[in-house]
Nanobody, 117 residues
Framework: VQLVESGGGLAQPGGSLRLSCAASRFTLYSYDMRWYRQTPGKERELVAAINSAGDSIDYPDSVKGRFIMSRDNAKNTVYLQMNSLKPEDTAVYYC???????????WGQGTQVTVSS
């Protein structure tokens, strides 16, 4: 069972990046999915959450209007489109799978996003 994030890298302020999180050896359709981010010395911060059906998505005020989370259950993948990036968006981004029914959570290994000119 594995979640693998990709798409991180270096972006300029005001730029965009698209993160992907692909699941292997399990299917995501019965999982609510979340994206978190973390910087050294700080707690992990939730940046987006989507339900299993993909029809309910929530964002904190810090990214609302700039980040868009989506999912493609047929491809077993979730995405985070990040626009109008700011230096304070610099962090390691993690995806998280939470079963709709009781069960364990899964985490990806993280992907670094750096926003700098």
């Amino acid at each position: 069972v594995q979640l693998v994030e990709s798409g991180g890298g270096l972006a300029q302020p005001g730029g965009s990046l698209r993160l992907s999180c692909a699941a292997s050896r399990f299917t995501l359709y019965s999982y609510d999915m979340r994206w978190y981010r973390q910087t050294p010395g700080k707690e992990r911060e939730l940046v987006a959450a989507i339900n299993s059906a993909g029809d309910s998505i929530d964002y904190p005020d810090s990214v609302k209007g700039r980040f868009i989370m989506s999912r493609d259950n047929a491809k077993n993948t979730v995405y985070l489109q990040m626009n109008s990036l700011k230096p304070e968006d610099t962090a390691v981004y993690y995806c998280n799978a939470r079963p709709v029914a009781a069960g364990r959570y899964y985490w990806g290994q993280g992907t670094q996003v750096t926003v700098s000119s």
